[in-house]
């Protein structure tokens, strides 16, 4: 089975644009969740997305928003970029079920914000 | 709420010994799972090891094996026969029943030497 994908893997955006990433889980996987990695707040949960719907999500300002499709595949995007957001984006997948809810990653991708 | 601590920011251990990483954490939750990831130089987070807190008997996943103590809620990691590949960040996690969300803690950097 193929493991979760990300795109893209680096990013340069300038403060005050936006930011779209991409996350494909693992096959059949329906839950998607997605984490911010930084030197100084370590890693911190944005949201999760079940089934196209969130299911939780984490103390972020609204800038920071996402969605799920259909074929689960996930996008979050970051408007009006700052500093601050320079970091790595995870995503992780799992099948969202009681009992199976062991989270794989992607590769992350790597925003730097100029 | 939830917290998860590491208190070894780093630890280093000689090829083909033993180590254990340290990890409390925090919850008045009763049903909850408790990982390890690795995340080596490359930064993809790689599952190590999973406990499920209903059950008494402690994971073991090939040379990596937990110490679980649900009342003192601690969350042990022992590496055995430590070899070069296992020089990473680890993190220790937790996760409430269906929730997607994984609290981290800090991370331990550990450095296997030849």
């Known amino acids: 089975k193929a493991g979760v994908t990300q795109t893209p893997r680096y990013l340069i955006k300038t403060r005050g644009q936006q930011v779209t990433l991409s996350c494909s889980p693992i096959s059949g996987h329906r839950s998607v969740s997605w984490y911010q990695q930084t030197p100084g707040q370590g890693l911190q949960f944005l949201f999760e997305y079940f089934s196209e719907t969130q299911r939780n999500k984490g103390n972020f300002p609204g800038r920071f928003s996402g969605r799920q499709f259909s074929n689960s595949r996930s996008e979050m995007n970051v408007s009006t970029l700052e500093l601050g957001d320079s970091a790595l984006y995870l995503c992780?997948?799992?099948?969202?079920?009681?009992?199976?809810?062991?989270?794989?990653f992607g590769p992350g991708t790597r925003l730097l914000v100029l | 709420a939830q917290t998860v601590t590491q208190s070894q920011p780093e630890m280093s251990v000689q090829e083909a010994e033993t180590v254990t990483l340290s990890c409390t954490y925090d919850?008045?939750?009763?049903?909850?799972?408790l990982f390890w990831y690795k995340q080596p130089p490359s930064r993809q987070m790689i599952l190590v090891i999973r406990?499920?807190?209903?059950?008494?008997q402690n994971a073991t996943e090939n040379r990596f094996s937990v110490n679980f103590q649900k009342a003192a809620k601690s969350f042990s990691l022992k590496i055995s026969d430590s070899q070069l590949g296992d020089t990473a960040m680890y993190f220790c996690a937790f996760m409430i029943n269906q929730g997607g969300k994984l609290i981290f803690g800090q991370g331990t950097e550990l450095s296997v030497k030849p």
């Open positions: 992780a997948s799992s099948p969202g079920l009681a009992t199976q809810e062991t989270q794989y």
């Open positions: 919850t008045s939750e009763s049903n909850y799972y």
């Open positions: 406990q499920e807190a209903y059950k008494q």
